[in-house]
């Protein structure tokens, strides 16, 4: 799975992507998009610009017992991010990135999406290498 958590208050999100990678990856990165008109420019005191994320996905989460969790929808902004300093390695000090590791286009066509990754996953991965 990518990094990902839940959009806190004040936050837009791209800063939750840059916030969720830093916190489960240790890597600081840019959240990269599509250009797009500033609809703002005239009149930035009434907003701002969001960066475009490369997908939008509706998630079915099935109930989880363990959690205590009934089954619920999860909203996903998939962004592109490129690392602020290539010298940086993967944190793998918590329980979200102690397996945590690069892949190859070609690991990542090898994977089996019955137990080692989501196929909506592998999709989108595949989809822009």
């Known amino acids: ?5 839940h959009v ?5 999100p791209e800063q939750t992507a840059q916030r969720e990678c830093k916190e489960e990856t240790g890597l600081d990165v ?12 005239s009149c930035p005191d009434e907003g701002q ?13 099935p109930e989880s017992k363990e959690r205590g969790e009934p089954a619920h929808q999860h909203m996903d902004f998939l962004f592109l991010a490129r690392l602020l300093n290539e010298q940086q390695d993967l944190d793998h000090s ?36």
């Open 49 to 61: 610009m969001l960066k475009k994320p490369i997908a939008m996905l509706l998630e079915n989460i």
């Open 8 to 12: 806190d208050e004040n936050e837009t």
């Open 94 to 129: 918590n329980e979200e990135s102690a397996a945590m590791r690069w892949f190859t286009k070609e690991e990542i066509q090898a994977l089996d999406e019955t137990s080692e990754i989501f196929g909506n996953v592998k999709a989108y991965i595949l989809q822009i290498l």
């Open 30 to 41: 840019e959240i990269i998009g599509d250009a797009q008109e500033d609809l703002f420019s």
């Open 1 to 5: 799975m990518p990094p990902g958590g």
